[in-house]
């Protein structure tokens, strides 16, 4: 349903809202002349704010909350699971805990082991293999980026009236200006293209020699910026600044992809304060890091209320993957870390914070996936999916809000078919229904199966991985069995993945090869080209950005040269998963 009062393309709708915005950007050129501010000192009041509006002549109704909530979609970079304070961490997380704790916390909630598999997940409803995105992530060289027929979360939300604005990290491709944010859905774009960056002077080397600037403001580089503020708060303007600008009368969906806390390990001084006994340097850079994030989405939440937002807001805070110990990150207890199908890499810290939740205080134990999103927030929003969309997520709003049962029953981690076969990999290892060689992973109700490589495999306790290196880290290196490419946990029991159940249960073990085999049918061919010398930033003024020209239209949306072989013997469109697949396996045990 649409929401009451004027239509914003009404002359006095437009009128208002030009005044309302002209007011905002004082408040807004003071915050980004001064720096970063916190609430207490921005300089007015809620009160303060709705004063000056009427002054201007709106009228308090204008103000009224639109019927489809706000959304605010907030990602963090690299954050591990222990890396929380209310799972444990020695890092304070104040203002999250206060959010998770007045929401719902999910803690049963998967991701993807990386960032670009994550983000392309969140941003289409899709699993890797149903987007061509299997393989590792798009690289800055590659002439890549998510398919362009692929219909992204902020389109569908523009069809029901929302203004759609990304802040952070992209990294969904960008060789060709189709693949910008602002062609995919947003309305605005502030942030870099790339997966990392320095976080001062917003510079990223691929490789010697091929370096460039990546901070963009829609379609362009963002020069007048570069002010050598820590991304981290600049951002976290930057919202601010979107939000004092927006009539809160009409929806808004927010999406916040901080840089933090992947690496480079970069912090102001001033949040070393806190951490000056943690001997890890890494850890310790790391948890500044993590304590700026965490008083910035305090300044995003204060944000909110201030301009009228809040009571009709859903805020939803996720990490894209798990954390890496190398550079600070904790996952304990879990096994594994980013980059693994271990838990580690795709177990995250989630939370849902709302007035709009039935059940506040909660934890969600039921099962969730970042694709789950995308359904959540369209039906949310008042908005339709298509049929022809076929997605892999599933509304589990009620599971949320309402502690439902979730409807989701399965996910497929992934399956990635020119990731590094394992040695000892074989058809006969999966009793002839699968290659046991290729990396896979898939978790059907309380069953999790692993295939091939799935990643670096240690359990990483808290502060035990030092400056020496890897060798000193721990006492519990895993000794890899010889010919082993198949593992079982019962993730229920044993969420820490030290019991492999392979042996114990082999008709499970089938079962799930065979629901793999099922999977990998609907799979599209891997899109993974080799690195084009037209991207490098010193033909492109120094700035990374999209290099593909005109002439070469003429190719299909989605051709790329040098993709996988695989797509040259692809005569017609696989068929697709869909919520029809979603089969109900019958385990022992599960």
Not at 25 to 41: I, P
Not at 183 to 207: E, I, M, V
Not at 345 to 353: P, S, T, Y
Not at 496 to 521: A, C, T, W
Request: a positive charge.
């Amino acid at each position: 349903m649409a929401p009451s009062g004027c239509a914003p393309h009404h002359w006095l709708c437009k009128g208002t809202m030009l005044a309302a915005g002209l007011l905002a950007g004082f408040s807004v050129l003071s915050l980004l002349t001064y720096g970063y501010l916190s609430w207490d000192t921005l300089g007015s009041s809620l009160e303060e704010t709705q004063t000056a509006r009427a002054e201007l002549g709106e009228k308090p109704e204008d103000s009224a909350p639109t019927s489809q909530p706000h959304i605010v979609f907030i990602l963090a970079d690299d954050q591990g699971f222990r890396d929380v304070g209310y799972h444990g961490s020695e890092i304070r997380t104040p203002t999250l805990d206060r959010l998770a704790a007045e929401g719902v916390k999910l803690e049963n909630y998967y991701v993807q082991p990386m960032c670009t598999p994550s983000r392309s997940q969140f941003i289409t409803g899709k699993y890797q293999i149903h987007t061509g995105l299997q393989h590792s992530v798009i690289r800055p060289t590659q002439p890549n980026c998510l398919p362009l027929d692929n219909v992204t979360l902020p389109q569908k939300l523009k069809e029901v009236g929302y203004s759609t604005h990304m802040v952070g990290k992209w990294h969904l491709g960008f060789y060709r200006k189709e693949c910008m944010p602002t062609q995919r859905g947003f309305d605005s774009f502030f942030g870099s293209l790339l997966g990392s960056g320095d976080y001062y002077t917003h510079y990223k080397c691929d490789s010697p020699g091929i370096c460039g600037y990546d901070l963009y403001e829609n379609d362009n580089a963002a020069w007048d910026h570069d002010n050598g503020i820590y991304s981290t708060q600049m951002y976290t303007q930057k919202v601010q600044q979107i939000l004092a600008s927006h009539n809160p009368r009409t929806p808004i969906f927010l999406y916040i992809a901080y840089q933090a806390v992947h690496s480079p390990l970069q912090a102001p001084g001033k949040y070393f304060e806190h951490y000056r006994l943690i001997n890890n340097i890494n850890r310790r850079r790391y948890a500044a890091m993590l304590a700026c994030l965490d008083e910035a989405i305090n300044n995003v939440t204060l944000a909110l209320k201030r301009y009228g937002y809040y009571d009709n807001s859903i805020l939803i805070y996720s990490s894209d993957n798990g954390g890496q110990p190398m550079a600070g990150g904790s996952n304990w207890p879990l096994r594994g870390s980013k980059g693994s199908y271990w838990e580690g890499g795709i177990r995250a810290v989630g939370f849902v914070h709302s007035p709009l939740l039935k059940n506040k205080g909660s934890l969600c134990k039921e099962l969730v996936h970042i694709t789950d999103w995308f359904p959540t927030l369209i039906t949310l929003a008042e908005g339709q999916i298509d049929e022809d969309i076929q997605l892999d997520g599933y509304d589990i709003w009620e599971t949320i809000s309402e502690g439902r049962r979730s409807p989701r029953v399965d996910i497929l981690h992934n399956i990635d078919p020119i990731y590094t076969k394992a040695k000892n990999g074989s058809w006969a290892a999966g009793f002839g229904i699968w290659n046991t060689a290729i990396q896979s992973a898939i978790r059907v109700n309380h069953w999790k199966l692993l295939t091939g490589n799935p990643g670096y495999s240690d359990w990483v306790p808290p502060q035990s991985f030092s400056n020496a290196g890897p060798n000193r880290w721990h006492n519990e290196r895993v000794s890899w069995t010889a010919g082993k490419t198949v593992w079982l946990f019962n993730i229920t029991a044993d969420p820490y993945e030290r019991v492999d159940l392979s042996g114990k249960y082999p008709d499970i073990v089938k079962q799930l090869l065979r629901r793999l085999s099922l999977f990998n049918k609907t799979a599209v061919p891997v899109r993974y080209p080799a690195k084009d010398p037209r991207s490098n930033p010193k033909l492109n003024g120094g700035v990374w950005g999209p290099w593909f020209k005109e002439d070469e239209k003429k190719k299909k949306p989605g051709k790329i040269k040098g993709e996988n072989k695989q797509k040259k013997n692809k005569k017609k469109k696989s068929e697709k998963k869909g919520q029809s697949l979603n089969c109900r396996l019958h385990l022992a045990g599960g």
